[in-house]
């Protein structure tokens, strides 16, 4: 079976640290935050090493956000008629008799995942992280550092289901990082046909 390789070994060793720190993340995230989840944080050695363990991921998650942002921007604001095709019919999820138009590498929805819950979440996330650590303008951070995890915290679980259950065959993409032509020309038509690899 021909394969197709759709991301390079540094982007999935990326993807993997950003969905590790993310989970330490929220895990401790959401012990601060509720006294009744407190007992999340027994599992990282209690709150005060919790704190210690959320802000030194907090760093490696900024650092890869960054990464992520600075591989993904280009293709993300790159939108077409297709694009806005793809967004009336909401990519055919709710309603499979619709006809879906062919995606580039990423699909609208992938990029609007990517504009609002990474760019958009993740950089204020980590900039109102840093204000909290180093105490400086404390109402606005914590508003928009609570904020941010709720929005983010609500759009994950979506990005995994669509990336593993909803569409099988996905996943590997971010563990071996190649996909059969056939799968790759029926997700990513026009970036197959762009990048000549049929
Ligand atoms: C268990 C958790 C996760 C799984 C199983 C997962 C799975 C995947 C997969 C399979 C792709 C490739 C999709 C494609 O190329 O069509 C992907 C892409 C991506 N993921 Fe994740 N992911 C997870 C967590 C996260 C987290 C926590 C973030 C960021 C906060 C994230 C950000 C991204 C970004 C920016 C991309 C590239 C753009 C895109 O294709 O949507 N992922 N993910």
Redesign the pocket.
């Known amino acids: 079976m021909k394969m197709v390789q759709?991301?390079t070994a540094f982007e999935r060793v990326n993807?993997f640290v950003?969905?590790v720190s993310?989970?330490v993340l929220t895990f401790t995230g959401f012990g601060f935050m509720y006294s009744a989840l407190n007992w999340m944080n027994t599992a990282f050695g209690g709150n005060a090493w919790a704190s210690v363990f959320h802000k030194w991921f907090g760093v490696a998650f900024a650092i890869s956000?960054a990464i992520?942002i600075a591989s993904?921007i280009g293709e993300a604001l790159s939108f077409d008629d297709d694009d806005k095709k793809w967004l009336s019919v909401l990519g055919g999820y709710f309603d499979k008799s619709l006809e879906v138009p062919p995606s580039g590498k990423?699909n609208m929805g992938?990029k609007l995942?990517?504009l609002i819950?990474?760019v958009g979440c993740?950089g204020l996330i980590s900039l109102t992280g840093f204000m909290l650590w180093l105490g400086s303008s404390m109402a606005f951070a914590h508003l928009f550092h609570s904020l941010t995890f709720f929005l983010?915290v609500v759009a994950?679980p979506l990005?995994?289901y669509l990336?593993?259950a909803a569409n099988p065959g996905?996943?590997r993409?971010?563990t071996r990082g190649d996909v059969p032509l056939s799968f790759a020309k029926k997700?990513?038509g026009k970036w197959v046909k762009e990048e000549g690899l049929d």
């Open positions: 759709k991301t993807h950003l969905l993310f989970f956000a992520s993904y990423m992938q995942f990517f819950i990474v993740g983010m994950l990005h995994i990336a593993t996905t996943f993409i971010m997700k990513y």
